[in-house]
């Protein structure tokens, strides 16, 4: 078993060194690298404390500096050990794909759908073979470049939002997990966007790592689908640990699974709620986790 690992792992490293662009080596790096540019651009701005900024800031400086129970050194640290089993992990799942398997694969699916495109619109339609055949190649576009990778998009966040929803609360719910594990990522009660993958390396890999892999393999999605998919995604959990509620942010209005919803999460008094990330919030909604700040418990209730 340790030789196949390693000879896969080998495969990876070879393909590295010849072409660092391929897509399945950018879905390794890419991600990696948004997340630390997303994040420094909020660090920025949590260091400048410019003024139109700071009125969308969730907390102060004084109290991210008095509530945190962990060193940005130490945050950092662990997030690229995360990020490192994550490279080891994709570097197993993502086979290296030729230009010419790309090019061959991708006219047997195109061929695929032409052929029943044609069947479909020769039942329906009684125009011509060629006028036939072009409708048919449009359908077949569409569907290829446009409606499978939507709903393979689609499907990936509907298993991650799952996958991560079940496990986020089973490590909150089961104390041992809670104690050795997933308290490491709540020693931020004031999230940044660099804290955004700190977890235990077991909680890291088993939530968010497996989680990945998980949307990946069932979707069949291709590595360059995996590639804007895994940035997507990160880019949204940065977004979420940001510290700006932000109007205008497309991640924050487009998504009720945003920084103010899961900054719940982050609260003493809603540590037990909004367990959804990162995507959407209907698994709170149907099993009664979810807080919003209209039904946050008010001081006195806090205090009793």
């Not at 055949?133 to 449009?138: G, I, P, V």
């Not at 804007?228 to 998504?255: A, M, R």
Request: include cysteine; charge should be positive; hydrophobic fraction near 45%.
């Amino acid at each position: 078993m340790l030789d196949i690992i390693l000879k896969k792992l080998s495969t990876s490293y070879n393909s590295i060194q010849k072409d660092p662009w391929a897509d399945e080596i950018l879905a390794l790096w890419v991600p990696i690298a948004a997340y630390w540019i997303y994040s420094m651009l909020f660090h920025f701005l949590m260091m400048a404390e410019i003024p139109y900024f700071e009125q969308y800031r969730i907390h102060t400086p004084e109290d991210s500096d008095k509530r945190n129970r962990v060193t940005v050194k130490r945050v950092l640290a662990m997030v690229t050990l995360q990020q490192f089993i994550q490279v080891v992990l994709g570097s197993l799942v993502l086979h290296p794909i030729t230009p010419q398997m790309m090019t061959t694969q991708q006219e047997q699916s195109l061929g695929r759908l032409v052929s029943y495109s044609l069947k479909l619109v020769s039942t329906f339609t009684s125009s011509n073979y060629d006028r036939q055949l072009t409708l048919a190649l449009d359908i077949a576009n569409a569907l290829y470049w446009i409606v499978i990778p939507g709903i393979q998009f689609f499907a990936a966040m509907i298993i991650m939002d799952t996958h991560q929803y079940f496990l986020h609360r089973l490590f909150h719910l089961n104390k041992f997990l809670y104690k050795h594990f997933h308290s490491h990522h709540h020693r931020l009660y004031v999230p940044y966007a660099f804290g955004a993958l700190y977890n235990h390396p077991v909680e890291g890999f088993l939530l968010d790592s497996l989680g990945a892999t998980l949307a990946f393999e069932l979707t069949r999605m291709t590595p360059r689908m995996s590639m804007i998919f895994f940035t997507f995604s990160t880019l949204k959990t940065v977004d979420d640990h940001c510290g700006y509620y932000l109007p205008w942010n497309p991640f924050q209005f487009l998504f009720g699974n945003n920084v103010k919803y899961h900054d719940i999460h982050h609260q003493a008094w809603g540590i037990k709620t909004n367990f959804s990330q990162p995507f959407f919030t209907f698994w709170d909604k149907l099993l009664g986790t979810e807080m919003t700040n209209n039904t946050r418990p008010s001081k006195s209730t806090k205090t009793n």
